[in-house]
């Protein structure tokens, strides 16, 4: 069973069990994806990120340049120079290369476990702020991912935003 049909017997059979006289339960929804692009923290963790690999990042186009420009040397001197002299330019050019695909697969991986990380904390920012804001507004059930539907009424995704903005 999926996740939404389970969310929504729960709450069919939690209406039904309560009795016509009591209150209504009051139901909220939560577009993450919304939340993930607009709150202030997912720009600082861009940032921060950026930052934080900004010298791998020049390292690595320092070295792209370097192998542009001994390409470009031993093209323009491949007719002047010894066999054995092109080889050894050719073999420390394609060193180089490689030395370059490893750096730049290593910064990818580096890179892409900080973005887990810092998704995770904002994961938890964005879950304390669904909790506070329910509870402050007296919701009984908060619902967000697998919705098919939800509409303005029950969307509290601004109020969510708008308490991470304070923080």
């Known amino acids: 069973m999926n996740t939404l049909l389970k969310c929504l017997l729960a709450v069919a059979l939690v209406a039904s069990t309560v009795p016509a006289t009591a209150n209504e ?3 909220g929804y939560v577009q993450v994806d919304k939340i993930l692009q607009d709150a202030p923290q997912t720009a600082e963790s861009g940032k921060k990120l950026e930052k934080e690999f900004a010298p791998r990042t020049q390292e690595l186009d320092r070295m792209q340049k370097q192998i542009r420009d001994s390409e470009a040397a031993l093209t323009k001197d491949s007719l002047t120079i010894s066999d054995t002299d ?3 330019k050719e073999r420390d050019i394609s060193n180089l290369k490689i030395e370059f695909q490893r750096k730049q697969r290593e910064l990818r991986e580096d890179v892409n476990l900080r973005k887990n990380e810092e998704l995770g904390s904002l994961q938890d920012k964005i879950n304390k702020a669904v909790t506070a804001v329910s509870e402050a507004e007296g919701y009984d059930l908060v619902i967000y991912s697998g919705v098919a539907f939800a509409s303005k009424k ?3 995704t601004d ?4 308490s991470l903005g304070k923080k």
Request: charge should be positive; proline fraction near 0%.
């Open 159 to 162: 109020k969510v935003l708008k």
């Open 25 to 27: 339960i009051k139901v």
């Open 154 to 156: 029950v969307d509290i």
């Open 86 to 88: 092109r080889r050894n």
